[in-house]
């Protein structure tokens, strides 16, 4: 059975940090593309970022320069590491795996199997 657990979230000042976890089981997690994305209330789901099984990174505009994905040495584990938090970063974080190519990476309905979502609030 394939599962997402993701862990790391919670309440930071603006312009602090945070890493997400996300570890998978039940599938071997190099082999897919690993995307993270956010909902804030009212929101649609939006696109983060991502890193694909060839280990190349891509990041919304929004966040490129102060997110950084990576994968851990056990291939198991994805990671969101969030510097210079914003207000506007507040939201659930979602993330995914799938085998989308590179042109369909920022839709979330190429991504087959889901976290359960982190919350991330950002106080003023």
């Known amino acids: 059975q394939v599962q997402l657990v993701e862990s790391g979230g919670g309440l930071v000042q603006a312009g602090g940090s945070l890493r997400l976890s996300c570890a998978a089981s039940g599938m071997t997690f190099s082999n897919y593309n690993c995307g993270w994305f956010r909902q804030a209330p009212g929101k649609e789901r939006e696109f983060v970022g991502a890193?694909?099984?060839?280990?190349?990174?891509h990041y919304a505009d929004s966040v490129k320069g102060r997110f950084t994905i990576s994968r851990g040495n056990d291939k198991a584990t994805v990671y969101l590491q969030m510097d210079t938090l914003k207000h506007e970063d507040a939201a659930v974080y979602f993330c995914?795996?799938?085998?989308?190519?590179?042109?369909?990476?920022?839709?979330?309905?190429?991504?087959?199997?889901w976290g359960q979502g982190n919350q991330v609030t950002v106080a003023s």
């Open positions: 890193i694909r099984w060839t280990s190349d990174t």
């Open positions: 995914a795996a799938g085998r989308a190519s590179l042109s369909a990476i920022r839709d979330p309905n190429m991504y087959y199997y």
